[in-house]
């Protein structure tokens, strides 16, 4: 059984910075890419940034220099910086992870999401 669990979110001030992390629980598998969306209130959920598991990384524009997307292959772990957030970067912040099983095919695995707010 894989299984994501997310953490980092909170409540932080424009200008402020924000670290999230998703980790990945669980044996007999290996990770392909790994990446972060977001979704606000009545918003379809987006793409923020994504890595391979060469390391190669992709942003969307409206986060590319504010945001930087690094994971840690022995730990399973993906992380987003965020830096320099604006009211705008305010949404429920998902992890998503394509994964095999040793012996199978691939699959694909949401985190369970962390709100991040950005306000004064």
């Known amino acids: 059984q894989v299984q994501l669990v997310e953490s980092g979110g909170g409540l932080v001030q424009p200008g402020g910075s924000l670290r999230l992390s998703c980790a990945a629980s669980?044996?007999?598998?290996?990770?392909?890419?790994m990446g972060w969306y977001r979704q606000a209130p009545g918003k379809q959920r987006e793409l923020v940034a994504t890595?391979?598991?060469?390391?190669?990384?992709n942003y969307a524009d409206s986060v590319k220099g504010r945001f930087t997307i690094s994971r840690d292959n022995a730990k399973n772990t993906v992380f987003l910086q965020m830096n320099s957030l604006k009211p705008e970067d305010t949404a429920v912040y998902y992890c998503?992870?394509?994964?095999?099983?040793?012996?199978?095919?691939?699959?694909?695995?949401w985190g369970q999401g962390t709100q991040v707010t950005v306000s004064s």
């Open positions: 998503n992870v394509v994964y095999r099983r040793f012996g199978s095919t691939s699959r694909e695995l």
């Open positions: 669980g044996s007999g598998f290996s990770i392909n890419d």
């Open positions: 890595i391979t598991s060469g390391g190669s990384t």
